[in-house]
């Protein structure tokens, strides 16, 4: 079983930026691939970017392609999604994810566990 807890959401101002924390507990880890997603009211769940935890192999959505930055800190087994020049339209529940393999995957239904999700707002 896989803990994952979400942290960093908020309100802010368009062009502004924010920081997510995620933050896994619950196994050892080694093998394995992260993501994050997010659901805007209404709307499917969809994927915004993820990394593969041994390599480092990083893959973004093209809506915040060169805005998003996805990392993780292994020592702390924790990922990370800094988020910069934020758009209304970025205003969605944040969630991280992840998947026993470390073959990264778009798909939300292909991820194993999930976090309770974090509330972005961008205001314009």
């Known amino acids: 079983q896989v803990q994952l807890v979400e942290s960093g959401g908020g309100l802010v101002q368009a062009g502004g930026s924010l920081r997510l924390s995620c933050a896994a507990s619950?196994?050892?880890?080694?093998?394995?691939?992260m993501g994050w997603f997010r659901q805007a009211p209404g709307k499917e769940r969809e994927f915004v970017a993820a990394?593969?935890?041994?390599?480092?192999?990083?893959y973004y959505a093209d809506s915040v392609k060169g805005r998003f930055t996805i990392s993780r800190d292994n020592a702390k087994n924790t990922l990370y999604l800094q988020m910069n020049s934020l758009k209304p339209e970025d205003t969605a529940v944040y969630y991280c994810a992840f998947r026993n393999t470390i073959v990264v995957v778009t798909t939300p239904g292909l991820y194993d566990y999930w976090g309770q999700g974090t509330q972005v707002t961008v205001s314009s």
């Open positions: 990394i593969s935890w041994i390599g480092g192999s990083t």
């Open positions: 619950g196994r050892t880890f080694s093998s394995y691939a």
